[in-house]
């Protein structure tokens, strides 16, 4: 167990739909990060928090968007969604964004099925 | 973006082989690190450089860090089938509060 906590750990849905993905941080970590991983993608950044407040964007697509709430944990919403967007859905975090130098810790994932 | 590219993409090997993964970049990074990533997992951090030319070790791990910080390389001694994983290099951004994920190096050890 990492600390990191993702829930739901599978989720199937039809194109169009809207999920929310959930990430509780590990104790203690500020900075919240969702990154998506597919086969021919890699890991890819989306979005940060930190300590409540949007810190830095990736390639985050208009349709999806997050937020953290004042207990630290965040949400990934995805709308509209399309066959591409199915993939792995990472949360990690850190102590805080300043000094990544300690490296991020991983939640397990969220696998997302769109059919 | 700051594109860190791994090679190779796959490797097979048999047990007791030793192997090399590369990571490379145009980019300077103010820290590298080196993740495994096992199937249905998270990648799971290995080891943080953070001065050009640095080696660390980890058992039978070698890191370095190129001594104009913009590559790396990971060298594994003796392969175990526990060694079989999704091996990622992620640079620092100048800022240090931004990770670059590489394109990622899958491993598979064959007993």
């Known amino acids: 167990d990492s600390g990191v906590t993702q829930t739901p750990k599978h989720l199937i849905t039809a194109t169009g739909q809207r999920v929310t993905l959930r990430c509780s941080p590990r104790?203690?970590?500020?900075?919240v990060y969702w990154y998506q991983q597919s086969l021919d993608q890699g890991l890819q950044f989306l979005i940060q928090?930190?300590?409540?407040?949007?810190?830095a964007k990736g390639n985050i697509l208009e349709r999806f968007s997050a937020q953290q709430f004042p207990d630290l944990h965040s949400e990934l919403n995805l709308s509209s969604l399309e066959l591409g967007d199915s993939a792995l859905y990472f949360c990690?975090?850190?102590?805080?964004?300043?000094?990544?130098?300690?490296?991020?810790?991983f939640g397990s994932g969220t696998r997302l099925t769109v059919v | 973006t700051q594109l860190l590219e791994q090679s190779p993409q796959f490797l097979s090997i048999q047990e007791g082989e030793n192997l090399t993964v590369y990571c490379n970049s145009s980019?300077?990074?103010?820290?590298l690190q080196w993740y495994r990533q096992e199937p249905g997992e998270g990648p799971v951090l290995l080891v943080t450089?953070?001065?050009?030319?640095e080696v660390k070790k980890l058992k039978r791990l070698t890191f370095q860090f190129g001594d104009a910080r913009k590559d790396s390389s990971l060298h594994i001694t003796a392969a175990q089938p526990g060694d079989t994983g999704l091996y990622l290099c992620?640079?620092?951004?100048?800022?240090?509060?931004?990770?670059?994920f590489g394109t990622g190096t899958s491993l598979t050890v064959i007993p």
């Open positions: 990690a975090s850190s102590v805080e964004g300043r000094q990544a130098g300690d490296g991020y810790t």
């Open positions: 104790s203690g970590d500020l900075s």
């Open positions: 928090y930190y300590n409540g407040e949007e810190r």
């Open positions: 980019s300077v990074f103010s820290s």
């Open positions: 450089v953070v001065t050009g030319g």
């Open positions: 992620a640079g620092a951004s100048n800022t240090g509060n931004q990770f670059y």
